[in-house]
């Protein structure tokens, strides 16, 4: 097998600061161009400047008081690395001079390049996230690849929403809905997973089903009114049932605009208000038009304000259904003066502890996978955690359908007890939300 070297751009090491260990017994090459980046990225509270730090430190303790312009081992069982200096001037292939010499990309490939000349018995290899710097590299010659560790390559296992089971004896149907459960016995057949959801069908008859994988068996999900909230379909009542159950401690609302994730997760965290002793609401800040939050004008509440809006546009919504004196009204103008419940930055958790709480974390299509393990890390005693957002609606640079956190986390605990997730397909926001979908 040909020896391979892979040199990492900043944004692999951005994504993810352990990718330096992830290339088994091959090699690992960073441009020092790569270095001066992080140095750019390491003062900060985001998660690109924790990886960056984290970088750092490790290959401050690998080198030692050594140099790192010269091989040295990662660890057991895995290859090299070293530091690769920007080439002066390449004979064959130079991309400053191709491209211009204003940009550290161009620096970063001709680094590749030099490398390429001087271990002509390896295959020299670019990982990067950046889609533009990929094509640039192959355009010159250069073999270059997205980083591949953590990216789901197969969407179909939670893509096509809940089965729909068929031909199911007419017995069965009636025994779930008598006694609300029946043994698996194979009904299932090769859909069964654990806190999975089905509708069961037979020519005459349906019940909307739950597999519940402790008791090894299907039981019946019926409609439920919660905080003023009606499903208005099977997949916002399957997604209820999962954001009810006290045993399914994880659970991720996945679907397009309109299709009421935020509303249904918020609904029920405050149904069961009596059950936590916090409710927070979070999401992640995506600066628009390049511009970061410290642009904005006003302090740190005003500053994010724009950004949680959608949040309390469906609080306002779910106090739009009760009359101002009525109890639940005050119940939520209690909750929110008390502090109980809380809608904040997703970038204001980090390091908290949430002990008996209801964490619900929206748009999470637009985390890294290392950012939802942290998230999930915050969970203490009592404490649920909610995650909704649509995978094909990303806003953050270097990640896709495959590569979110959103999109890993559900391939990973697929089949879990303590997980649950549904998708949700049909928009129930209006006419005109629904053709946007469907047609642009």
């Not at 698996?184 to 019940?207: A, D, Q, R, W």
């Amino acid at each position: 097998m040909t020896k391979k070297v892979f040199v990492l751009d900043t944004s692999v090491l951005l994504f993810d600061h352990n990718s330096i260990r992830n290339f088994d017994e091959h090699d690992v090459a960073i441009p020092i161009t790569v270095l001066e980046e992080l140095d750019q990225f390491k003062i900060g509270n985001e998660t690109k400047n924790f990886e960056a730090r984290e970088v750092i430190r490790f290959l401050d303790k690998l080198s030692g008081n050594n140099g790192l312009n010269k091989w040295m081992k990662i660890g057991q069982g895995r290859g090299r690395l070293k530091v690769i200096m920007d080439a002066q001037s390449l004979q064959n292939m130079d991309a400053e001079e191709i491209y211009g010499n204003t940009k550290n990309d161009h620096k970063i490939i001709n680094a590749a390049l030099a490398l390429v000349a001087e271990e002509k018995k390896k295959s020299i290899i670019l990982v990067t996230k950046d889609i533009n710097l990929r094509i640039k590299a192959k355009a010159i010659g250069l073999i270059s690849e997205d980083y591949e560790t953590g990216k789901v390559k197969n969407l179909k296992s939670f893509s096509d929403g809940f089965p729909v089971i068929e031909n199911i004896d007419a017995q069965v149907i009636q025994t779930i809905y008598q006694k609300n459960r029946i043994k698996e016995g194979g009904i299932l057949g090769s859909e069964k997973v654990t806190n999975g959801y089905y509708i069961l069908n037979n020519c005459s008859n349906s019940v909307l089903a739950r597999y519940n994988g402790e008791t090894d068996a299907i039981e019946r999900v019926d409609k439920k009114y919660v905080f003023g909230i009606k499903p208005r379909n099977a997949e916002q009542t399957f997604g209820l049932n999962a954001l009810l159950q006290d045993e399914i401690k994880l659970v991720a609302l996945e679907g397009v605009a309109g299709t009421g994730k935020t509303l249904l997760a918020l609904a029920s965290a405050l149904e069961q208000k009596n059950k936590y002793d916090q409710i927070i609401l979070a999401r992640p800040i995506i600066p628009l038009s390049n511009r970061e939050i410290g642009f904005l004008p006003g302090d740190a509440e005003s500053k994010i304000s724009p950004y949680m809006q959608p949040l309390w546009d469906n609080l306002n919504f779910i106090k739009n259904q009760f009359k101002a004196n009525e109890k639940k009204s005050k119940v939520l103008e209690q909750l929110q003066e008390s502090g109980l419940l809380t809608i904040t930055a997703l970038a204001f958790i980090r390091g908290r502890s949430l002990i008996n709480s209801i964490f619900i974390v929206d748009e999470a299509q637009n985390l890294t996978p290392h950012e939802v393990k942290t998230i999930i890390t915050r969970a203490g005693e009592g404490t649920k955690v909610i995650f909704t957002g649509d995978i094909n609606q990303i806003y953050t640079p270097y990640m896709d359908e495959h590569s979110n956190g959103l999109t890993y986390l559900i391939d990973r605990l697929k089949g879990n007890p303590l997980f649950a997730h549904v998708k949700l397909e049909k928009g129930e926001r209006s006419e005109l939300a629904n053709l946007a979908n469907e047609m642009l």
